[in-house]
DNA sequence: CTGTTAGCGCCTTCAC
DNA sequence: GTGAAGGCGCTAACAG
């Protein structure tokens, strides 16, 4: 019965109305009578009909699609918030085109031509390592597409940022350490050229001359997220005079590699070092309970950025002020670690 | 200098051509001779011209995009599924729309009508747990839209599947413990009426049998993926009079969970008792270095359902014959484990 | 309340 | 090798 490619014009004839007036009952208009509305969706139905959001969306040049720009889909924290923007679109209304730069510029660049090309209505990034240069995004204000970043802030006027308040859980990180009874507590940086690992940082020596510990060079060692640097730091660090009583490690994998060579070593995690990670993948919840973590929420901001979004393309008119939404990590303590 | 919305038919204008060379010559079709080309694309990049794919699929009813239905995004195993369905299809000038149905057959088959709105010109899917009737996907074969299953099963003439070798996976499985030398093993299993499970459990036995070790129902403990199932039975497990010395489980969730439970209640891993789990998470790969897990290879399935379906998609007339994947699950030992 | 008309931007016959 | 014309399916004016 039903058949290939059914249009409002097939249901027009079938039912001898115009095709316009088909059109309007299928958007629930209010110029339509609520009888022929009925017998337009009971036809509709009948005859198989699916709306062509290519045509729909051509004339009126609205697509409610959003695209969104990842580094890598399969990172846990990037599909936490992807999971968290396609519920909320989804509720909206909206489809959602999922792309990744795997921290490519070009990949990038090409990226937000696709994008522009398929007309989204607007645009959810978090930008890639790569870029250091925003040329490529000017064509989207050009279009009048909006734009939000998320979770890696972006310095370009009149855009919004959703982010994690990272100087606030690398301070808790670390006076969570500190009120556990630490002393000498080191710390495992990330790349200082990211504003998060460099506001995780900030937020330690904050902790630290707050309570009035004091801060040595000798304690902060870098790492780049790789699980060899949390052995070797380890390594080192047993190596100091004054043993170190607590590690905040501004990245889990690290933390991972740490506690795999410190407990294979007869160190016991937390009673000699404790250690308190972020995580962003879900193994720190698990690999031992008494690594205490700081919980990314990626879902969260997901939801946030959508919502930010999507209130900045209905509002486009008096165009809403860019803003920077900051979400709270939340310190999670997996065991009452320590002393 | 450029401009909202430059059209094909503004390029003409600006070069006194028409619009449909301007099309041709955009499209690098051999009907235009290579100075005109050059010219027209050289204005094109000048005025900021971007194609509108909108209006391009709704002329050629092509829309080189794809529709991905996951249960759950966030899901590592989907979210690395993804990552592979989105470099195959990016190679391949597709656009990738990701949809997740939250385990709800109301949603799938919302999804289904969303994807077919927006005129993709092909799904994969891992269909919900709670679908048992698959009438909703009929449409897509009367609109000759195509479609591939991963992960899970569905048996459905005419349709491909690209599936992990579960019953292999388990046999696998069971037979490294047996060969590390346990004798009582025992099996978490999964739900069983999903294939998965059901062909783990079945690699299980037949491991046992071909070793010559007894099948005892005792040892079988079902599990619905949660941690708190893995703690409970362990319990019940350390209960038992034989002492159990090996545990294949169906699903990493649980196993996780008996990990916390065993280790806590002094039992020690692997020399007490072996665990070897299916690693749907990276968590395994953590939590434990005693335990051995089985990796589902997420990316290649994407890449292969892709490719797969892209081979479908284009060559529609001499239609593909259906075709079962299966792809090899790894088993990583992490530790010389047992005895 | 419903019909008429026009066009979103592109591609593709068909002419020349 | 290029131009002219028409239409993909839908919606938004403007009529009546």
Chains 1, 2 share one sequence.
Do not use: W
């Not at 870029?131 to 279009?143: F, R, S």
């Not at 962003?280 to 939801?303: D, F, H, M, W, Y």
């Not at 900045?312 to 939404?325: F, P, V």
């Amino acid at each position: 019965m039903q058949n290939n490619k059914v249009t409002i014009h097939d249901i027009a004839k079938a039912l001898n109305l115009d095709s316009s007036t088909v059109s309007r009952a299928l958007n629930d208009s209010p110029r339509v009578i609520q009888k022929t509305k009925d017998i337009v969706l009971a036809k509709a139905t009948e005859m198989g009909y699916q709306r062509n959001h290519l045509a729909s969306s051509l004339r009126k040049s609205k697509t409610n699609t959003i695209g969104v720009i990842v580094p890598r889909i399969s990172r846990h924290f990037f599909s936490s918030v992807i999971s968290g923007i396609e519920e909320t679109a989804y509720e909206a209304g909206y489809t959602v085109i999922i792309c990744q730069s795997l921290e490519q510029f070009n990949r990038e660049k090409k990226i937000i031509n696709t994008l522009m090309g398929q007309r989204v209505d607007g645009v959810l990034m978090s930008i890639s390592m790569e870029t250091k240069d925003y040329k490529h995004l000017e064509v989207l204000k050009k279009q009048g597409i909006q734009l939000v970043f998320f979770d890696r802030h972006c310095d370009i006027p009149n855009y919004s940022n959703v982010l994690i308040d990272d100087f606030n859980s690398g301070f808790e990180a670390t006076e969570h350490l500190i009120l556990k009874g630490c002393k000498h507590i080191a710390h495992f940086s990330g790349p200082q050229n990211l504003e998060i690992y460099k506001n995780r940082f900030k937020g330690y020596k904050h902790a630290l001359s707050k309570h009035g510990l004091p801060f040595e060079e000798a304690l902060v060692f870098p790492s780049k997220l790789m699980e060899e640097d949390g052995r070797k730091n380890s390594e080192k660090l047993l190596a100091l005079p004054n043993p170190v009583d607590g590690i905040f490690s501004a990245n889990d994998v690290a933390a991972i590699g740490a506690i795999k060579y410190l407990t294979s070593n007869g160190v016991k995690i937390p009673e000699d070092i404790a250690i308190v990670g972020f995580s962003n993948e879900p193994i720190s919840t698990v690999i031992n309970p008494a690594l205490t973590t700081i919980n990314q929420p990626g879902i969260e901001i997901g939801k946030a950025a959508t919502a930010l979004l999507l209130r900045q393309i209905t509002k486009e008119n008096d165009a809403l002020d860019a803003q920077t939404i900051i979400m709270d990590s939340n310190l999670i303590e997996r065991q009452s670690s320590k002393k």
